[in-house]
């Protein structure tokens, strides 16, 4: 937003250009003109007005395929545009408002009904580029979160390497087995990944420290689960959370062990979801399990290292969590047939996922036995 805000008036009129200015020109606007289309497209990719007041009536090119162009034009900022248009053109304003126009006007233009629609455009320009603002310092936040994540976890490397990823316990047996077990080899695993539904667009309107306070809220409820069912935390990516069973060491019933994990965790984001709600934040929870073979090992270099694994279960976890709605605890065959005995499950048809040719059949949990 520019200080004084910048008007584009557009008007094969000069006449009417010239009243259009001499009624906003005591309100300390930036003023700028043009005859015709091509002038005003001309002059909004060069000036970038915070408004543009587009007559609809013009020579060469028309106000509303002007607007057309420009709302299409995804380079150039947000620049709302009001119609100017004679009282008898409904259509047009029709026309212009899917075209993308913000606001219209009708001939002849009444003084104070300009001004106050000119406020009321420019104050949502302002509240589009303080939101706009906000997202570039979101940015800075992560790319500084990140930072401060990479020194904590060299620092964790030094002091105990393995538990940046594994459950405490399991980090002790590995250390003291030696660190062959985290070498690159191929074992059948339980995946799961949850995230947040609804997180792409709280973290794009809400405060960079709100934003983060959710995460670390999330991350340390959901971190402390994760440790207490000795799953391994491949790593956190925002509000994206991958564990893995079965690996780097094996255990009894690994996607069982899934499973239980989903259930806690859907009860503790549902406990935290309701505390965000409370501050205006709309946040749900879902989560996908999938089990097959992958290939596992430590990757990275000396002071950061991370524990992986690729594959097609991976790829099907990932894709079940982007599928499940709020609540949901989606498994595939493999999980169902693994707790079966233990969970109370129903169908839910076979899902189509990118990246899989045929259809996956799936199946979302209910209630599972928390205890063995």
């Not at 073979?293 to 992986?308: F, K, N, P, Q, V």
């Not at 099907?316 to 005995?341: P, T, W, Y």
């Amino acid at each position: 937003m520019h200080h004084p805000p910048r008007i584009l008036i557009v008007d094969d009129s000069e006449a009417n250009r010239d009243i259009l200015s001499a009624r906003l020109a005591p309100h300390g606007y930036e003023l700028m003109q043009a005859a015709d289309g091509e002038e005003a497209l001309a002059a909004a990719r060069e000036r970038a007005p915070d408004l543009i007041l587009l007559d609809v009536m013009m020579p060469k090119i028309d106000g509303i395929e002007v607007c057309r162009r420009l709302k299409q034009d995804a380079e150039l900022p947000f620049m709302p545009i009001i119609l100017v248009t004679a009282r008898a053109d409904t259509r047009d304003v029709v026309t212009g408002l899917e075209a993308g126009a913000d606001e219209y006007l009708t001939k002849p233009i009444d003084q104070s009904a300009l001004v106050a629609r000119v406020k009321s455009v420019l104050r949502l320009k302002e509240l589009h580029d303080k939101v706009q603002g906000q997202a570039h310092e979101l940015a800075d936040w992560n790319r500084t979160l990140e930072q401060r994540v990479t020194e904590q976890v060299a620092e964790i490397e030094r002091m105990g390497r393995l538990k940046s990823f594994l459950a405490p316990q399991i980090a002790e047996i590995v250390l003291s087995s030696g660190e062959e077990l985290l070498d690159s080899h191929r074992r059948d695993v339980t995946v799961l990944f949850c995230d947040l539904r609804g997180f792409t667009a709280f973290a794009e309107t809400a405060e960079p420290e709100e934003v983060i306070a959710v995460l670390r809220e999330y991350h340390a409820d959901l971190g402390g689960l994760i440790h207490e069912f000795e799953g391994t935390l491949h790593r956190f990516a925002g509000d994206g959370i991958m564990v893995l069973f079965n690996d780097p060491l094996p255990c009894v019933d690994p996607a069982l062990r899934a499973v239980r994990l989903a259930v806690a965790m859907r009860d503790h984001a549902a406990a935290l979801a309701a505390n965000w709600r409370k501050l205006g934040h709309e946040l749900g929870f879902g989560v996908g399990i999938a089990h097959g073979y992958a290939t596992l090992g430590r990757i990275g270099c000396e002071g950061r290292y991370d524990y992986s694994a690729t594959g097609s279960v991976v790829n099907l976890a990932a894709r079940l969590c982007a599928e499940a709605k709020n609540g949901q605890i989606l498994i595939d065959s493999k999980v169902f047939a693994a707790i079966e005995e233990l969970a109370e499950t129903e169908p839910v048809g076979g899902l189509v996922l990118k990246g899989f040719h045929r259809p996956i059949q799936a199946f979302n949990v209910n209630v599972c036995a928390l205890q063995p």
